[in-house]
């Protein structure tokens, strides 16, 4: 399969947006575009569980090189592996949901879907480029388009918001690009990541650079104690934005965390991990019972998204097999889920004009199919087998019970107990507002439109895909955790 | 058979015919302003196309004037933002009673340009550089009903004043210690003795001024503010892009063997130019102030490139001046536009350009993000390979400076960003008709912003001509 497409997609789909002057028509445009790709993403996998079976086993498939600068050694490299196509996955599906939730904004609507677009497009380059310099690149691309949606279609503190977001992400990249480019120069003149991990740096160097990749990574993907971003960042975004923030953009920190930071510098890795792992586990509980104080709906997410990307941090600072393999499902299994909460939450807040819990109440009788979904998404965040959080939890804590020394068990166990309290803030949560006596001023509100329901449909089944048959996102992901483990312990 | 000069010197030759020709329009009976411009911006496109005619090398005048396929491309890079500039400034231009002298002046300095990065001795380097700044202080005072661009006008010619002075002093001692004023005899009698490095640093410090370096920045911002906006895009793209090209042939040919002196000077005047011109432009609420200190921020990038000492730090500044030249000169036009229709000036006044100006705002938007370095802009690319080769010396206290600047700067040019497309504002801009040949200009410098990085062979070919 020839991996451009992938790309060509969203940016024929950015033009055809951007030149046609109908609403209805963008919208279309928007949605086809992504249901293409989407029908892309899903070939991709056929395609490359094929290329598996039938034995290929090189690291990446689909690879093609080209040549960008040639004086600075910049090549336009991209593959896939199977992270890379899970998450390729994870990022179609939210980006179908996203486009479908956002049917009715009505203000400068091609700006907005072009936005989306380009967002989209920032995401899926990242995902499948091998070339850290292109990787930036597409990191990068995602910025302001971030800022831009919540800037002009956000609410409440959405300058504030927009302002905050950019500039720590911006903050991060520096680390990013610092880290880089101390990779650059040490690894003889290269920004292929293939050709790093193959040339030899230093137990020292390696000690310089991890803080900077991993730190910079870690803005992006809410590492404690640089989450701040999130809260402010996910209330204030439109719907998609916010979706897209939690379901994509935190993502391409966590595939960072661990591609390019853990893969490439695999001792600074080892030095770091206790560090990482502190820092997870703080998050974690930190997470859950700031999520407990919160009673706007959107902001239960944001802090419960802190909470739940620790886990997929905690995996990787475990450094065994089976935990990795968990943050990786932990990161798909969190996209598709914060995605699907925050939909809803946009459904109801369109309905309802508040996402305070306290001022809802037996939302289930006038709008089930909303709060149908409100109750699964709720039972997938705190846990419930069956579906993906289960999965993905179960297996980072298993793969963290590998390591048998004191430190790792009690890790462990603290973020295991953090599900409890987890449990009661979901809980409450959508109790409060879909259970319980509906205010009168409710009684007249409708239930979910086609779009809302296909959008919600398209992410539960992701979630569902992952939950009852676990065994497929595990293969994909198991290929890939054996490799960076391999470097860790030789 | 054509003399040897006639090639090498066709860009100069051009640039005299064109202001002979203005100047019999002069004495003549004068052309009426919208029939002269377009002929003006035909020859200027001339001017620009001569640099392609042949790709030669040589000297002469006894090695006074060199010419190598970097220093043309280098002058076709100038020639290019003279150009955009007259595309772009098309309403003010055509307002002004002089416009005939307008070009004149502009043309002169662009001759001394020409003339500076040909240079191939100290005493053409300091001519050159007299006439390529002395009527600039002279465009500066064009809108001659404002107090404040006489101001300008001043404060610019006591400036360079000054450090001609300084520059003259330097050369002398210079002189004085080497018995040479040959660019090519000089490094090897360059032996780091105090006569030469106080030579050097008052050479340098001459150089700062003109690149408005800290702490010798500060006429930068009262000029910019009080000169016409052709005037400021002017100074702040093409002086500022021609001088940088002679520091660096100057800093990396003449006085290599002073590499660990001018290496300290600039790793601490970067930092501080930086950090200054960026803290500075956080607090402007004049659109041309901020930008003027926006470029002082973005000279301290420059000077981090130009730290690398090898091929890659000059194709790297080179590139980031040709990338500059379409970003800023996109975003002084949308001032300019503004300004001559309006009269609005301030931060204030671009809230909610957007609603009204989709258009203007895109562009504004589209430039700020390339000064900002943010992808996929070509600005991206040319902060990133300033930073690859200020890497290269192995210091990356520079880069992680260079890289928390680049976060401070995102601020303020968000802040724009914002006010555009974010605030409310109650008195908007009302919609501006763009004249076509104005919307053209904006056009293609937006596409050059966009594409200018991905056409990667542009770099790769800077970078064959420099090495």
């Known amino acids: 399969m020839n991996l451009h497409i992938i790309l060509l997609l969203p940016l024929l789909t950015a033009a055809g947006v951007l030149i046609s002057s109908n609403k ?253 792992i502190v820092l997870s586990a703080i998050a974690i509980i930190y997470g859950a019972f700031a999520t407990m104080m919160q009673k706007d709906l959107k902001y239960i997410n944001a802090y419960s998204s802190v909470s739940h990307v620790g886990f997929s941090l905690l995996g990787i600072g475990m450094l065994t097999q089976t935990a990795i393999t968990g943050a990786l499902m932990q990161m798909v299994s969190h996209g598709l889920m914060t995605a699907l909460f925050f939909a809803v939450i946009g459904m109801i807040y369109d309905r309802t004009h508040t996402r305070m819990t306290a001022e809802m ?61 987890t449990a009661v803030y979901i809980l409450r949560a959508v109790g409060q507002t879909a259970m319980g006596p509906i205010r009168t001023e409710h009684l007249s509100l409708g239930d ?19 939950g009852i048959m676990p065994y497929w996102l595990n293969d994909l992901l198991t290929g890939p955790a054996k490799i960076i483990m391999d470097r860790i312990h030789p | 058979m054509i003399p040897d000069f006639i090639y090498l010197m066709r860009s100069e030759l051009v640039v005299t015919l064109i202001i002979f020709f203005l100047l019999f329009v002069k004495i003549g009976k004068g052309m009426r302003n919208s029939s002269l411009l377009p002929v003006i911006q035909f020859l200027l496109l001339v001017n620009f196309l001569s640099h392609f005619a042949c790709h030669c090398s040589g000297n002469l005048f006894g090695n006074m004037f060199l010419v190598t396929p970097l220093i043309t491309m280098q002058k076709a890079i100038l020639s290019l933002a003279v150009y955009l500039i007259s595309l772009l400034c098309t309403e003010w231009l055509k307002k002004t009673e002089h416009l005939a002298e307008f070009f004149l002046l502009m043309l002169s300095a662009l001759l001394g340009m020409f003339f500076l990065l040909s240079s191939g001795n100290l005493l053409i380097f300091y001519l050159s550089l007299e006439l390529a700044t002395i009527p600039v202080a002279a465009m500066a005072n064009f809108d001659l009903h404002k107090r404040i661009s006489s101001e300008a006008a001043m404060k610019m010619i006591l400036s360079s004043a000054f450090s001609s002075g300084i520059l003259l002093f330097g050369i002398s001692l210079v002189y004085g210690s080497t018995g040479t004023l040959s660019f090519s005899a000089l490094p090897a009698l360059l032996n780091g003795s105090p006569l030469q490095i106080m030579g050097f640093v008052f050479l340098f410090t001459a150089f700062a001024f003109k690149l408005s370096i800290v702490p010798f920045h500060l006429w930068t911002a009262d000029v910019y503010e009080g000169a016409p906006v052709a005037v400021t895009s002017f100074l702040s793209v093409v002086s500022k892009g021609a001088i940088a090209f002679v520091f660096m042939t100057f800093l990396y040919k003449v006085f290599q063997p002073l590499h660990t002196t001018w290496y300290n000077l600039i790793f601490i005047l970067s930092i501080i130019t930086m950090v200054i011109g ?52 996109a975003a002084f036009g949308v001032a300019d536009v503004i300004a001559v229709s309006t009269g609005k000036e301030t931060i204030e006044d671009y809230k909610g350009l957007y609603a009204t100006n989709p258009f203007l705002g895109w562009i504004l938007a589209l430039s700020l993000f390339s000064l900002a ?92 001509l420099v090495a």
Request: glycine share 10%; hydrophobic share 55%; net charge positive.
């Open chain 1, 24 to 276: 209805q028509v963008i919208r279309m445009i928007s949605l086809f575009g992504s249901l293409i790709q989407m029908g892309l993403a899903l070939a991709l996998y056929f395609a490359f569980t094929a290329e598996r079976t039938a034995g290929n086993a090189t690291q990446m498939l689909f690879e093609q090189n080209y040549t960008l600068f040639t004086s600075l050694n910049i090549h336009y490299h991209i593959g896939v592996d199977g992270i890379s196509v899970a998450m390729i996955m994870l990022t179609s599906f939210v980006v179908v949901a996203g486009v479908l939730v956002s049917w009715n904004i009505e203000k400068m609507t091609r700006e907005f879907y072009f936005l989306l677009v380009l967002l989209a497009l920032g995401a899926y380059g990242f995902f499948i480029s091998l070339d850290l310099f292109v990787m930036f690149f597409f990191l990068e691309i995602s910025v302001i388009p971030k800022y831009l949606l919540i800037g002009v279609w956000g609410s409440g503190k959405k300058e504030y918001a927009a302002n905050k977001l950019a500039l720590m992400l911006m903050g991060g990249s520096a680390l990013i690009l610092v880290g880089m480019l101390i990779l650059y120069f040490n690894a003889g003149h290269t920004f292929d990541i293939q050709q790093i991990s193959q040339s030899v740096i230093g137990g020292r160097l390696q000690n310089i650079i991890f803080p900077f990749l991993f730190l910079g990574f870690g803005v992006f993907t809410a590492l404690f104690p640089l989450h701040t971003w999130v809260p402010d960042g996910h209330s204030s975004a439109p719907t998609a934005g916010s979706m897209f923030l939690a379901g994509i953009s935190m993502k391409l920190g966590g595939y960072g965390c661990l591609r390019v930071a853990t893969y490439l510098l695999p001792e600074g890795a080892k030095e770091y991990a206790n560090i990482i």
């Open chain 1, 361 to 421: 109440g037996g939302l289930l009788k006038v709008m089930p199919f909303i709060a149908t979904i409100l109750f699964i998404v709720g039972l997938c965040s705190l846990g419930l087998p069956g579906l993906s959080g289960f999965v993905a939890e179960m297996t980072v804590f298993v793969g963290s019970w590998e390591n048998a020394d004191t430190f790792h068990r009690v890790a462990t166990l603290l973020a295991c107990a953090s599900i409890v309290v």
């Open chain 1, 448 to 466: 979910a439109k086609w779009n809302e329901k296909l959008a919600a449909i398209v992410l539960l089944a992701g979630i569902l895909a992952i």
């Open chain 2, 278 to 329: 960026n803290l500075f432009a956080l607090r402007q609420n004049n659109i041309k102030r901020f930008l003027a200190f926006s470029s002082i921020a973005q000279v301290g990038f420059i000077l981090v490139g130009i730290s690398s000492n090898d091929p890659g730090g000059m194709t790297a500044v080179i590139f980031f001046i040709l990338v500059y030249v379409f970003s800023n000169l």
């Open chain 2, 373 to 464: 370095g943010i992808p996929p802009t070509a600005g991206f690319f040319g902060k990133l390979f300033l930073l690859t080769a200020g890497a290269s010396t192995g210091n990356y206290w520079l880069i992680i400076i260079a890289g928390l600047n680049m976060v401070i700067s995102l601020y303020y040019y968000l802040k724009l960003v914002r006010a555009m497309f974010m605030d409310k504002n109650e008195n908007p801009i009302p919609k501006i008709y763009v004249n076509r040949t104005v919307k053209w200009a904006m056009v293609l410098c937006a596409l050059a912003i966009i594409l200018l990085g991905m056409f990667s062979w542009l770099y790769d070919h800077i970078h064959s």
